[in-house]
């Protein structure tokens, strides 16, 4: 028997003879449909501030009070606001676990986040404060604590995707041995629904769609041979602008894990993106022409791509080469 997703996933969703510029669609399904690639859609952002907010989540995280409160006080320092689920609803808003990912002061590149934790206590805003102050600073600090963040966007109210698909994954990693509410979180928009289920590892600071158990473990355990999981990685969001994004994600298909393990810098002066680190005591660059790709519509969920007001374009990279 053949469902109504089955039907919609063999629509050409650019060819409106075949009812695909005009049926509404999940945003999942129409990516799908169309192959989009998801390489380079992870945005750019010196951090994350993960933040125990009580379900249900409004559609915008930052219209909460906690994220009317916190706004101000991270937005100028481009760290981005992630609601968090957890595990269970605790008795005391004070011990809510707050958690910061933030890019080392003054570091050129990107290397990893530091990741430091508290508690809400009396004053969210002094704790936020307190862990900004802390990642400030160069030498170790009481609110250190290195571990491993999952995070997979359930955000049901931003996008039916994420609340269906991402929610069916969340449960899925938690029957596996994920901890919910320890190394695994529900967490708000992290952008890219089309590409739902989606998820974020942190503090290592990668983005990946069309996400279930088996790519979660494998990005996780850096597991297997990286080209099985090419073409769902969105990016690292450590690195800046799409074109660097797109040149890691080559190389990465060249050379595997291990790249996520170096301290990277990039840039892209227009045509060229390079992309460099130090391994055993020697630099070394690999560089690519990025050009634009297809330009497509990014229709809202439930919205025929004819009526999309949003667009996305991909990347394409060729003449791929170690300098």
């Known amino acids: 028997m053949t469902t109504s997703t089955e039907a919609a996933s063999r629509l050409d969703p650019l060819d409106p003879g075949a009812g695909g510029g005009r049926q509404s669609l999940r945003c999942s399904d129409y990516a799908r449909a169309a192959s989009l690639s998801p390489i380079a859609t992870s945005g750019s952002y010196d951090g994350y501030l993960l933040v125990e907010i009580p379900l249900p989540w409004p559609r915008d995280v930052g219209d909460t009070a906690e994220g009317a409160a916190l706004g101000p006080l991270i937005g100028p320092l481009r760290y981005r606001l992630q609601a968090v689920a957890a595990a269970?609803?605790?008795?005391?808003?004070?011990?809510?676990?707050?958690?910061?990912?933030?890019?080392?002061?003054g570091e050129a590149g990107f290397g990893g986040y530091r990741r430091l934790e508290s508690r809400v206590g009396d004053s969210l805003?002094?704790?936020?404060?307190?862990?900004?102050?802390a990642a400030a600073g160069r030498s170790g600090s009481e609110f250190d604590s290195p571990a491993v963040d999952v995070l997979v966007c359930?955000?049901?109210?931003?996008?039916?995707?994420c609340g269906r698909r991402g929610a069916s994954l969340a449960a899925d990693l938690a029957a596996a041995g994920f901890k919910a509410g320890e190394n695994l979180w529900r967490t708000s928009h992290m952008g890219g629904h089309r590409f739902a289920p989606t998820f974020m590892v942190l503090p290592q600071g990668t983005v990946w769609g069309f996400a279930d158990v088996g790519l979660v473990t494998r990005v996780v355990e850096?597991?297997?041979d990286f080209t099985d999981a090419a073409g769902r990685y969105r990016g690292c969001p450590g690195l800046d602008?799409?074109?660097?994004?797109a040149l890691e994600a080559?190389?990465?298909d060249r050379v595997g894990w291990r790249l996520l393990a170096t301290h990277r810098r990039g840039s892209f002066d227009g045509t060229t993106a390079q992309l460099s680190w130090q391994e055993d005591g020697q630099t070394v660059t690999w560089a690519g022409q990025v050009s634009r790709g297809r330009t497509l519509p990014a229709p809202a969920c439930m919205e025929p791509a004819s009526a999309a007001g949003k667009s996305e374009t991909e990347w394409a990279v060729t003449a791929l080469h170690r300098r």
């Open 88 to 105: 269970e609803p605790k008795a005391d808003p004070r011990e809510r676990r707050v958690i910061l990912h933030a890019r080392p002061p």
């Open 125 to 133: 805003t002094g704790t936020v404060a307190a862990l900004i102050g």
């Open 154 to 161: 359930t955000h049901g109210t931003r996008d039916s995707c």
């Open 222 to 224: 850096q597991a297997g």
């Open 241 to 245: 602008g799409p074109q660097v994004q």
């Open 250 to 252: 080559a190389v990465l």
